[in-house]
């Protein structure tokens, strides 16, 4: 792998006020070049925030809007962020072939770097919902994340956010895989987990097949941000 850990890492701007975000990316090195939106952030500052991000701070935006609605409506949710430096948008594969098709055909002719990234499962459902939604048996669900990867595959969606223990499963498929729960090799185990159940630390991310990483408190909650980014760019991936 010939890339720097932090190229590939985006940090996800979550929890924050505006002026937090601003506090933040004041102190974030330029090594790391992408910032994660999430809806809660968008809704709040809207277009200008995004903007603003990426005039003030040179980021590029990965906005995680989890869109999902008939084509039409997610095709004109689409086009009222033409113009935007979004890089990385996400819709919800379980949207299903037509609305995934759509949101590709506004990529094509609005937005010239943007990578649809799918997303399958919350991580939040467990077991039991998945159970009660779609009577999965446990041995079940593995084959069904395969059609979620198979539809994105199929419909010419850029990528799919996944858990860097699924990354396997979607490879040979030539998506882009997102990887959220993530966690410094210390803070494994400790309270640094929060609410994320599985984690895996960023080097064993990458060589587990992660495309890109996504961080949220490792990093916007370091106690030592720059000596965290340059741990990130002395790892080994190979
Ligand atoms: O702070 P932390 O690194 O746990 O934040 C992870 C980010 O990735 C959050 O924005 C969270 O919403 C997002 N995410 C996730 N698991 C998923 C999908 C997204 O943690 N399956």
Excluded: W
């Excluded at 040179?58 to 997610?74: A, C, Q, R, S």
């Excluded at 929060?194 to 064993?204: F, H, I, L, W, Y």
Aim: glycine share 8%; net charge negative.
């Amino acid at each position: 792998m010939s890339f720097l850990p932090t190229q590939r890492t985006m940090v996800a701007l979550d929890n924050m006020d505006q002026a937090a975000v601003h506090a933040f990316l004041k102190t974030l090195p330029q090594d790391i070049p992408l910032v994660k939106i999430g809806l809660e952030q968008y809704l709040a500052g809207g277009r200008a925030l995004v903007q603003e991000i990426h005039e003030l701070y040179g980021k590029e935006i990965f906005l995680d809007l989890k869109l999902h609605d008939i084509p039409n409506t997610v095709a004109k949710a689409m086009t009222s962020l033409i113009g935007l430096p979004i890089k990385f948008l996400t819709v919800h594969l379980s949207g299903g072939k037509a609305m995934l098709e759509a949101a590709q055909e506004v990529r094509e002719k609005h937005f010239k770097d943007l990578n649809i990234l799918g997303v399958s499962y919350l991580t939040s459902l467990d077991q039991g919902d998945l159970k009660d939604l779609f009577n999965y048996e446990e041995d079940q669900v593995a084959e069904a994340f395969s059609r979620f990867f198979d539809l994105a595959q199929n419909t010419g969606t850029q990528g799919i956010v996944c858990s860097a223990f699924e990354a396997k499963h979607v490879a040979p498929r030539p998506l882009i895989k997102v990887c959220p729960g993530i966690r410094f090799q210390d803070e494994i185990g400790t309270a640094n987990m929060g609410d994320q159940k599985r984690v895996m630390d960023p080097a064993s991310a990458f060589k587990a097949g992660a495309d890109y990483l996504v961080m949220g408190r490792s990093l916007t909650q370091a106690q030592n941000l720059e000596e965290r980014i340059k741990e990130l760019n002395g790892l080994n991936i190979a």
